[in-house]
């Protein structure tokens, strides 16, 4: 390991994944620049544009590099508080069904949820179960073609019926990914699937947490950063990756100056990265070439608040409407925060004319998580502009993995290739492999 007491890096992007990257390098003894072109660090998801209404987060206990980070940063208490709930589906009939959770031992546990789970019809479960088992015990293989079909077709040639894909797995694809499953690959689907459903029982386990992202991560992740003598650049906005060979040379800022380090991370959104790249290495190296294949589309957030009180949180999955997922929190004993989320394609295009005022309450209505008597105090929307990767076959090809064809570049993100759907977990997977790659080579 070469010593890091003349080791600098530069972080371009003070999202999750760079401030996780940041994190970790500053404890190998690196010296740490990162800077954002935003007035704070976090990212467009920790803005705090929703006031004194930031948006809680929910973690699967798969997600097991978000524990850990979560648990160094608050390692005495108190701790975020974590409430486990459950996972509920709505049905055409307006009832809710929730999907179960049982004590058996892995795998079996995942055999009798199927069979339990009356979201499904019982001849589907049945069927569905049976090829798991075949699955475990080696019967069975997934096909090779996962990621040259959408997760809608392969779907429906295991036997799930169209009105299941519809209000089960369609709703399941797009809370997991932002994806639908007529335009997500197969294989999209089912790494988003296999370690929450197809794991161990705590793998499975869905809590939410109350606090934001900016209070759980970047506050403590910056006062460490700023305690151990990191440079933080805020309203800082590169423009150019400056390079000499096959090296970078320095960062050009957009006030004309040179920021210069031995390393370098670029934790951007993808739409930011690409045009910092020099022309020569889009034409050379498939690895930045393929970056222009990825898509990404833009997500919607609808925040609404109520004078009620909130018992306990609710998670709900819906179909055949605009908003994917409904999560109701307690924000103060007597007040109720919704946190409703689709794309932003979806919401326009569903209703582009509509009063909010009216249909708003009238759908948490339905779904039991509103009070006849109460109102709506009030609604806020917030765009996040490609927020969303789009994962449609092929895709999984395109996404990069941290270490570039330039030798002291690395690649951090949701987006990159980290084994994981595009989530809070991939970002912060991706800021360690990239500080790992730096510390440990």
Not at 16 to 38: P, Q, S
Not at 172 to 194: E, H
Not at 272 to 293: D, G, K, M
Request: charged share 20%.
């Amino acid at each position: 390991m070469t010593s890091t007491t003349t080791q600098s890096v530069v972080i371009l992007g003070g999202g999750l994944a760079g401030l996780t990257a940041a994190y970790r390098l500053t404890h190998h003894g690196y010296r740490v620049t990162i800077l954002d072109r935003r007035p704070s660090l976090g990212g467009a998801r920790t803005s705090e544009d929703l006031g004194d209404a930031p948006e809680p987060f929910v973690i699967l206990g798969c997600h097991r590099a978000t524990q850990a980070l979560l648990h160094s940063l608050h390692s005495s208490p108190p701790q975020p508080e974590e409430i486990a709930i459950p996972l509920e589906f709505r049905l055409p009939d307006g009832s809710l069904v929730h999907y179960p959770r049982t004590a058996f031992p892995s795998p079996l546990h995942t055999w009798v949820n199927l069979l339990r789970f009356a979201g499904i019809p019982w001849k589907e479960r049945w069927r569905l179960a049976s090829w798991v088992e075949q699955l475990w015990e080696g019967d069975a293989e997934l096909p090779a073609d996962l990621e040259q079909r959408t997760a809608d077709d392969w779907l429906a040639s295991i036997g799930q019926s169209v009105q299941t894909r519809s209000l089960i797995w369609d709703p399941l694809a797009r809370w997991l990914t932002g994806n639908d499953l007529s335009t997500m690959s197969a294989d999209a689907f089912v790494v988003a699937l296999r370690p929450s459903f197809l794991s161990t029982r705590s793998d499975s386990r869905i809590s939410v947490v109350q606090d934001s992202l900016q209070t759980c991560f970047v506050q403590p992740i910056t006062e460490t950063l700023t305690q151990v003598g990191a440079t933080i650049l805020r309203n800082t906005e590169a423009t150019q990756l400056r390079y000499e060979q096959d090296r970078i040379s320095g960062v050009l800022l957009r006030d004309g100056s040179l920021l210069q380090a031995d390393w370098y991370v670029t934790a951007l959104p993808l739409q930011q990265l690409t045009p910092l790249l020099p022309e020569r290495w889009l034409t050379r190296y498939a690895y930045f070439q393929q970056l222009t294949e990825l898509l990404s589309v833009d997500s919607t957030i609808l925040h609404v608040h109520a004078e009620q009180p909130c018992t306990t949180p609710r998670l709900v999955l819906l179909s055949d409407i605009s908003f994917h997922s409904v999560l109701a929190t307690a924000a103060m004993p007597d007040r109720t925060n919704f946190f409703l989320i689709t794309t932003d394609s979806q919401f326009a295009q569903t209703r582009p004319d509509s009063n909010l005022d009216i249909a708003i309450p009238d759908l948490l209505r339905s779904l039991g998580l509103l009070m006849p008597e109460t109102r709506i105090a009030s609604t806020r929307r917030r765009t996040i502009p490609g927020a969303i990767l789009s994962l449609r076959p092929g895709t999984k090809l395109y996404r990069p993995i941290p270490r570039s064809p330039i030798a002291n570049l690395l690649l951090a993100g949701s987006w990159t290739d980290t084994g994981w759907p595009p989530n809070l977990e991939s970002a912060i997977v991706s800021g360690n492999r990239c500080a790992d790659a730096i510390a440990l080579r």
